[in-house]
């Protein structure tokens, strides 16, 4: 059998409603030079005997008995995968019949280019058009270079869409694969090593239909679990920037603070340098970020000599900085059971005036 | 030379720096030098010191604030004692401490570090009882070897009483300077480092004087950034415990983790191990502290690998606890808003004069 030039990869969890609309989807491609690799990661309900059922010459299906991480199935398909280009895919997602095609010949004729996205139509689980949904915007950006890619990606977090991804093995391989540490943001961690290496290109077509689940059933879903752990993630994810190789490429990412700070000029301060960027963005986890870099940073003395003279930033300064960001809200937190206690009186004088009143005298 | 320096970073301490080197000059032990480095006081806490004329003492004035850790490195970089006493320009000594200490030192060469207890005075050098303050259990700790101690501050993040302590300066040498990244456990980060090579011992005796200030005045008080300084300075100070060299020094340190977990047999696995108990502790710090461990853990495929085979613990496992420890108190945050919201809407409501009246026709038949 010849080598497929593609090789599309779905790791398959409890989508038996879906996953045959999905598989049909890339069946239908009008390009098919490609292996189609699924793993069944564990599913509880009958999405490993539906995809037993599909009879295609070009389809591999495994099966993980325990359900494991996302991005452990992802590496678990990626090794076994012989394409020259990956397609990332997912099984309640749809992808239109000329995706691969579009997609493939882009890599063919951009040999700069390391992957191509597109942007995302949502659909509900019926498969109606939604036009309104959060994830609606944030799929659907314009395409830039990979610094203005990085930039956006450090203040804003991902953009890209997972199914709509189209990305060389060769580049992969380089970059490892996915972090299987990372559960929430695995695909955001992959995309910034990606920019870091090659430019990506994302297109203004819609060719992947992106499943919007209504019971809180998407893997990146609101519960207060994947909030927590996304949080921690970001803050692990934003240390891939501390891998810029030098001045030159720090300055393209970052355009705004060569302009703000003129001290920028030493390729061993970059560490420095991102943190003092990270600072400035309104979130939490890049605030402790900042903190444990600067922390790691101070404690090399040939750092911290050259910090004084190059950035006048020195030991006191970090202690400020120690002293005013409270990644824990502990104060914030202080400052709320305050409001609690002054809003409960309140409401005890408002409900039980006389009984209140009584009390509030009696300990006085 | 002298067979003690006595080190004291000042600042803004004029009313009692003098009391304190005062201490020092009486002592009845006279071999010694006080080597005192000014962190830039903006009182007169200088002239103060300026009004000694003792030949041994070597003042040091910092034309800039730069933090304690930084004085107490100048102090001890001009140190020329054997031994190095702690002292801060607010608090200090009964007359026999350094005797005490120095025989101690010299009697015990397996000791690396000798401590006392201490008596809590207020501003006007009045005692305050052990009772009065909760400073004032430290003297009820007692001595116990450095894998007992390192068992303590893990669990406790709680040190002795600092300016009590007497450290051979070659142990000085070896465990590091004050870490100038810290301003808040400075001297428990020293603490740790002590202990995880050094015995250490306390003299039940109270040969210091340790001075309490009334609101916010204590370099340690609990003022809204000094509590969030400490947090933070706590989750990387834990990092001194990543320098555990082996199991069976892990086990020493930490009997009761082999009771629980029976895994506990290669010397590579250390962090896992530390991190593991980390997440047991109900800090905040301990538990970011445990979670930045273990992610940087998993990044390494062999040691990822060697987790899921001897320990049972995969990606899986740490994407549980990722959701699981909310450092940021993010889940807290939200239940309070919530509560908030809640008391908001009900007193706008109670505030309507009628749905008042109804509320207590209310109240009147149900009583």
């Given at each position: 059998m010849d080598i497929p030039k593609v090789s599309v990869i779905i790791s398959a969890f409890n989508h038996e409603k879906y996953v045959a609309e999905s598989i049909k989807s890339i069946i239908n491609q009008?390009?098919?030079?490609f292996e189609l690799i699924v793993v069944d990661n564990g599913s509880s309900d009958s999405t490993y005997k539906i995809l037993k059922g599909i009879k295609d010459p070009r389809i591999r299906i495994f099966r993980i008995k325990k359900n494991v991480g996302f991005s452990h199935a992802l590496n678990y398909v990626l090794k076994r995968t012989k394409g020259e280009y990956i397609s990332l895919f997912s099984s309640d997602d749809i992808s239109l019949p000329n995706k691969l095609a579009k997609q493939v010949k882009h890599l063919d004729n951009h040999l700069d280019v390391g992957a191509v996205f597109s942007q995302a139509q949502m659909i509900d689980e019926q498969g109606n058009t939604i036009s309104k949904h959060y994830y609606y915007d944030v799929f659907n950006k314009t395409n830039r270079n990979r610094f203005q890619w990085l930039n956006y990606f450090f203040h804003n977090g991902n953009c890209l869409c997972f199914p709509s991804a189209l990305i060389r093995k060769s580049l992969y391989k380089e970059i490892q694969f996915e972090n299987e540490s990372l559960t929430q943001l695995h695909d955001f961690d992959a995309w910034i090593r990606t920019c870091l290496k090659q430019n990506i290109y994302v297109s203004s077509e819609k060719l992947v239909k992106f499943r919007i689940r209504s019971d809180n059933m998407n893997a990146g879903a609101d519960t207060i679990e994947n909030k927590i752990r996304s949080i921690f993630e970001f803050g692990q994810v934003l240390k891939q920037y501390l891998k810029i190789k030098n001045i030159e490429e720090f300055t393209k990412i970052f355009p705004q603070s060569q302009k703000k700070y003129k001290d920028i000029n030493d390729d061993e301060l970059i560490p420095f340098y991102v943190a003092r960027q990270a600072l400035e963005v309104e979130h939490v986890f890049h605030h402790k970020f900042t903190l444990d870099v600067l922390y790691d940073l101070l404690q090399n003395k040939k750092i911290v000599s050259k910090l004084n003279k190059q950035c006048n930033f020195d030991y006191t300064d970090f202690i400020k900085l120690t002293g005013q960001y409270d990644v824990y809200h502990v104060n914030h937190i202080a400052h709320q059971d305050e409001l609690i206690k002054k809003l409960k009186l309140q409401y005890d004088c408002l409900r039980h005036p006389f009984k209140t009143l009584k009390k509030q005298y009696a300990k006085s | 030379m002298p067979k003690v320096s006595i080190i004291i970073p000042s600042y803004n301490h004029e009313k009692y720096v003098g009391y304190a080197l005062k201490s020092v000059l009486s002592q009845t032990f006279q071999d010694f030098e006080i080597i005192i480095t000014d962190d830039h006081s903006s009182d007169k806490t200088v002239e103060e010191i300026k009004k000694f004329k003792d030949k041994r003492i070597k003042l040091f004035a910092s034309n800039k604030n730069r933090g304690v850790c930084v004085a107490i490195n100048n102090c001890l970089a001009q140190a020329k004692g054997k031994y190095i006493a702690h002292l801060n320009s607010d608090d200090a000594f009964f007359p026999e401490k350094l005797e005490r200490q120095v025989a101690h030192l010299d009697e015990h060469p397996e000791i690396g570090a000798v401590f006392s207890q201490a008596q809590m005075i207020d501003e006007e050098g009045s005692n305050i009882p052990d009772t009065g303050h909760f400073h004032g259990k430290m003297n009820s700790l007692e001595n116990r070897n450095r894998f007992e101690w390192l068992n303590y501050f893990f669990y406790n993040s709680r040190w002795l009483w600092h300016p009590s302590m007497m450290m051979r300066k070659e142990v000085y040498y070896d465990i590091g300077h004050h870490n100038p990244c810290l301003a808040q456990v400075q001297d428990f980060d020293i603490g740790i480092k002590l202990s995880l090579k050094y015995e250490l011992h306390i003299i039940q005796e109270k040969l210091t004087k340790f001075r309490i200030r009334a609101g916010e005045m204590n370099a340690s008080a609990a003022t809204p950034k000094a509590v969030v300084r400490s947090m933070f300075e706590f989750s990387h100070v834990l990092k001194n415990y990543l320098k555990i060299k082996n199991v069976e020094e892990f086990l020493k340190i930490f009997p009761d983790a082999d009771k629980k977990h029976?895994?506990?047999?290669?010397?590579?696995?250390i962090h896992f191990y530390v991190a593991r108990e980390a997440f047991e502790v109900k800090h905040v710090f301990h538990q970011k502290f445990a979670l930045d461990v273990s992610y940087d853990l998993l990044q390494n495929k062999k040691i990822a690998k060697k987790l899921s085979e001897k320990s049972n613990f995969d990606y899986s496992d740490f994407s549980r606890l990722t959701g699981k420890y909310d450092i940021y108190h993010i889940g807290h945050i939200a239940y309070q808003e919530e509560l908030i919201d809640k008391l908001d809407h009900a007193n706008k409501k109670l505030s309507q004069p009628l749905y008042r009246v109804m509320s207590f026709i209310k109240d009147a038949f149900t009583k």
């Open positions: 009008t390009f098919d030079n | 029976h895994d506990i047999t290669d010397d590579e696995l």
